[in-house]
Each structure stands twice: as C-alpha cells, then as structure tokens.
C-alpha cells in the first residue's frame, strides 16, 4: 500500500513539474494539455472531483478559438471524469462536444496536438465514460464498437481495466478476471502503473473464485517480488 501511494505522489508530481515547465514555455496549448494529463490522471486513480477541478482549470485556457482536436481531447477526458462522478447529464454534454469537435480541420496540427483528433478517440473515452458510470449495456456496446478502432495495445489495455471492473460488478466475474489477466499482461510487458494500479483493485470486487481469478491472483502476486512494482 505504501509503495503504491510512494509511486501515485511521483507520478503527480512528475506532472506538476510538467505542468510548471509548460507554463515557462509560454505554449498556450501545453499548458491545458499537461494540466488536463493531471486531471485524467486524477480520475484514473479514483479522485474524480480533483480531477474534475484540474480539468476544469485546463479548460480556462481553452477559448473557442482554440485547436478543435485540444478542445475534443478536454471534452471526452471530462465526459469520463463525470462518469466516474455518476453525472449522467455533464457526461452526455462533454460526449456531445467532443463528437462536434473530433475530425474537424483534421490537417490542421499544433503540437502536443500532432495528430487529429478523431471520431474514433472519442468512441474510447466513450466507452470509458460509460464503464465508469455503471452502465453496462452502453458500456459493453461501446466498448465493442471502440475496441477494434484502438491500435495501441496499451490503449486496449486500459479499455479493458474498466470493462473487466464494470462486469465484475455486474456479477460477470469469470469473464471480468479473464479480461483482467489480458490486461495485467500489457501492464506489465510495457510497465505501465496505470493500468497495473487500477488491475490491483479488481480482486476485491470478485468473491468469487474460479481458475481466471486464481491466475488473477498468481500474477498480482508475482509482482510484490519485481522492485518495478
């Protein structure tokens, strides 16, 4: 426990020192991007109303004028800070803004924004939104719709995490500690505290027991022994 809370405070204040570094920069849009980073960062370690803070306060340096895909990112982040707030209403506007904004002016690129921002991103944040809100008909649905589109297996692995959480709190647990091993895998093949993080809370929510949360187990349990972990 205290080695998790020793690395979740580096990595915020690796993020703070981001955060100061891009306002010495004077980079009107780095400034959103590594304080809006902080605050989904936030959520993803279960603080929603920090991180709903932090990306409000991102979203003061953003005006109408501002890059369309800096303005879609910020927006699909909120819809899923709000899910994890269970505001059904702000999530169903930050997704609606998002979708407005993705894939427009496509070509036009302005770093950290070197890519566009498109429908297709948005479809992952959605399907996290709706995973975090507890919904699991829209959540299974979009997260069918949106896995296909996820080309990074880090990204996949993430969208996993909340899928397999959402179903075992359905009661799906096979099924949620199965997705959850496929998960862990990638967590730790690319040493990502993310994702292996938010993998540690799921053994909690499955009583469970079967042989895919047995080999859950055996893999959590490996990692007391990594000095990474």
């Given at each position: 426990m205290a080695g998790g809370r020793s690395r979740r405070h580096g990595s915020c204040a690796r993020y703070q020192e981001s955060i100061r570094y891009a306002e010495s920069a004077h980079n009107s849009l780095l400034v959103p991007y590594m304080m809006g980073s902080l605050g989904h960062y936030a959520v993803e370690i279960r603080d929603p109303h920090q991180g709903v803070q932090l990306l409000d306060k991102a979203a003061r340096h953003l005006d109408g004028r501002s890059l369309a895909a800096a303005r879609a990112w910020l927006a699909s982040l909120r819809?899923?800070?709000y899910g994890a707030l269970h505001d059904r209403t702000a999530m169903t506007e930050?997704?609606?803004?998002?979708?407005r904004l993705a894939d427009r002016n496509p070509h036009e690129a302005q770093w950290p924004w070197v890519f566009a921002f498109t429908s297709a991103k948005v479809a992952r944040y959605q399907s996290s939104a709706f995973a975090k809100l507890g919904d699991l008909s829209a959540a299974r649905s979009v997260y069918a719709a949106a896995n296909p589109t996820m080309t990074t297996p880090k990204s996949q692995a993430l969208a996993k995490v909340e899928h397999a959480l959402l179903l075992a709190s359905a009661g799906h647990q096979d099924e949620a500690a199965r997705i959850?091993?496929?998960?862990?895998r990638v967590g730790r093949k690319y040493g990502s505290e993310r994702i292996v993080a938010n993998i540690r809370t799921l053994p909690s929510k499955l009583p469970e027991r079967s042989r895919e949360m047995e080999d859950l187990d055996r893999m959590l349990i490996s990692l007391y022994g990594q000095e990474q972990w």
């Open positions: 819809a899923v800070a930050s997704l609606n803004t998002a979708e959850g091993v496929e998960a862990l």
